[in-house]
């Protein structure tokens, strides 16, 4: 080792300004009230030293300065450990040129680690309180399997049974009493069920029943399926549903120009508390004939402005594979259709109906145009390892699957419980799509309604810190779907704009594009032409 310290201006140009500011501070002075070294440290330093200079890596040059800067610290400089400015000039040059980007000593060390600290530090929290806050099916997936085999010697279900779609569908829990006898209900809330499903029918699936975790109070599959007494203690004015007077021809909704919906089905396999659809669906089961998706069709085949078309209800995954292929060849034979949904929630409530032969039928109309498959999901627990399964068949056999969840009380109402299921079904072969503000319009769950503000501090935290494609658009159902994003441009002074990051709150400057490069006609090939 020199023992003769150097300059920072002796070091080589190539070295940037962070590195040399990190080499000029580490060659200053030692301070005053400098700390003695022990020979530990000294022992430490100079294997790091040895290391660095003898390895063609970056992480013992990166570990030695870091060590250096934090003693700089206590006073002790490099001269304590005969190390001279030449020396860790020379280890910094040999880190930027191994490194493949080129990227500096002084840049990592004090520019680019502290930012992923900044990061990190940011979903500690989350990562803390994740899996006790909001556990997901798959984390739950021993308990739900003992709850499974208990409903099933309940219900006398064989295994058979219990594993098709028919047995679930022939077994669903539709009396008080029967849930009663399934899961812990007070005696007060049976009573309050058996007087409430009078008037809002109530349908689980025994699989979707083995979700609920007994020992909860307010287990979040329980809300979304078992009617409480709020329903009908609300019921005040009902504001008729949007899409009431959106029907321009039967069976058909539409707010837009270019998608529509047909409501295929008023059945699901289960029915939720918070339906938006409360005052069509589920009140009796109800097939359609021909003639009537016949006339559906026709205003579809007869509006060339429509290119998309969602098969919804109800739950299209009700309907039987026959109905759904022969809609499916309706669609593809029409021209002007390009893309096609289909909207369920079957994956989650009753995954034993995704069959081969429904995932054939999606597989050779997705070959003609792109399918996806919408579903709801609103808490990670709804994800078990079949369901997550199901998805997997089907996102093999469509273009994609979409989640639209609703924010509701209790259920998804906080950052972690949010972030929770849209990692989990980020995982599960599903992309989050939308979450939609508990509508206005229903009375019956005026108790699950969110503030719109707890919605918009939910989804801007998602930004910067989960992956973006696992990010929904937060959304109010309003005569059409108004988004509700909050506004990241905080002001604007001539060209320059400046803009909110929504994870830290940090503002930065952000120029517009020029306006007169902007305007000008005459670019790129075009100016080869005159
Ligand atoms: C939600 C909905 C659509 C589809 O809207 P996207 O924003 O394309 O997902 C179309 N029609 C009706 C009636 C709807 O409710
Ligand atoms: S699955 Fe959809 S249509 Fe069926 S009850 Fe639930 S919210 Fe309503």
């Known amino acids: ?40 440290v000294r022992k430490v330093i100079s294997e790091l030293y040895q290391l660095a200079c003898k390895k063609n890596l970056t992480t013992p040059i990166l570990e030695l300065f870091d060590r250096l800067l934090t003693l700089k610290e206590t006073g002790v400089s490099i001269d304590d450990f005969g190390l001279s400015g030449a020396d860790i000039c020379n280890l910094a040059l040999k880190h930027q040129q191994l490194d493949e ?3 500096s000593l002084g840049g990592r060390l004090t520019q680019a680690l502290p930012i992923a600290a900044e990061a990190n530090s940011r979903v500690e929290d ?11 099916g798959i984390e739950l997936w021993q308990k739900i399997q003992e709850n499974g085999k208990r409903i099933r010697k309940k219900l006398g279900m064989s295994e058979d ?12 829990i539709n009396s008080a009493e029967e849930l009663a006898s399934l899961i812990d209900l007070p005696v007060e809330a049976v009573k309050s069920i058996d007087n409430v499903i009078k008037t809002f029918r109530m349908r689980l699936t025994p699989y979707y029943t083995s979700l609920i975790m007994p020992t909860e109070i307010n287990d979040p599959i329980m809300l979304q399926s078992i009617p409480t007494g709020e329903m009908v203690d609300n019921a005040g004015i009902e504001i008729p549903p949007v899409a009431a ?14 998608v529509l919906t047909i409501k295929a089905t008023n059945m699901c396999a289960m029915y939720c508390t918070h339906c938006l659809r409360i005052a069509h669906i589920g009140k009796k089961d109800h097939s359609y004939s021909r003639e009537a998706y016949g006339e559906a069709l026709d205003y579809i085949r007869n509006n060339e402005r429509v290119r998309d078309v969602l098969i919804t209800g109800g739950d299209a995954f009700v309907l039987p594979n026959s109905i759904i292929k022969w809609i499916l060849e309706e669609l593809d034979s029409i021209d002007h259709i390009k893309v096609k949904r289909l909207g369920t929630r079957i994956p989650i409530t009753a995954p034993m109906r995704i069959d081969d032969e429904l995932l054939d ?90 503030p719109l503000e707890v919605g918009r501090d939910i ?21 059409g779907k108004i988004p509700l994003h909050r506004d990241n441009v905080v002001s604007s002074k001539g060209e320059d704009y400046l803009l909110r990051k929504p994870w830290n709150n940090e503002e930065v400057t952000y120029p517009d594009a020029d306006p007169d490069i902007y305007g000008k006609e005459d670019f790129a090939f075009r100016k080869y032409t005159k």
């Open 1 to 40: 080792m020199a023992t003769q310290s150097k300059s920072d201006h002796d070091c080589p140009n190539a070295l940037d300004k962070y590195t040399l500011d990190l080499i000029s501070s580490l060659t200053s002075p030692a301070g005053k009230n400098k700390q003695s070294v022990t020979p530990e």
């Open 101 to 103: 980007h080129m990227v």
């Open 126 to 136: 989350y990562l803390a309180r994740k899996d006790t806050e909001a556990p997901s």
């Open 161 to 172: 049974d219990w594993f098709s779609y028919k047995g679930q569908i022939r077994n669903c």
């Open 245 to 258: 007077d959106h029907s321009p021809a039967r069976l058909i909704d539409q707010f837009y120009p270019r």
């Open 361 to 450: 039928i999606l597989e050779e109309s997705n070959d003609k145009n792109p399918i996806r498959v919408v579903t709801q999901i609103n808490t990670a627990q709804e994800i078990t390892p079949v369901s997550r399964d199901a998805f997997r068949r089907i996102s093999k056999r469509v273009f994609t699957v979409l989640n639209q969840a609703v924010l509701l009380k209790g259920i998804n109402d906080t950052r972690v419980k949010m972030w929770k299921l849209c990692e989990t079904i980020h995982e599960s072969y599903v992309r989050p799509y939308y979450i939609f503000n508990c509508s206005y319009r229903n009375p019956q769950f005026t108790h699950f309604r969110v």
């Open 459 to 479: 989804v801007e935290s998602m930004y910067g810190n989960i992956s973006g494609d696992a990010i929904p658009r937060y959304i109010a159902t309003a005569g």
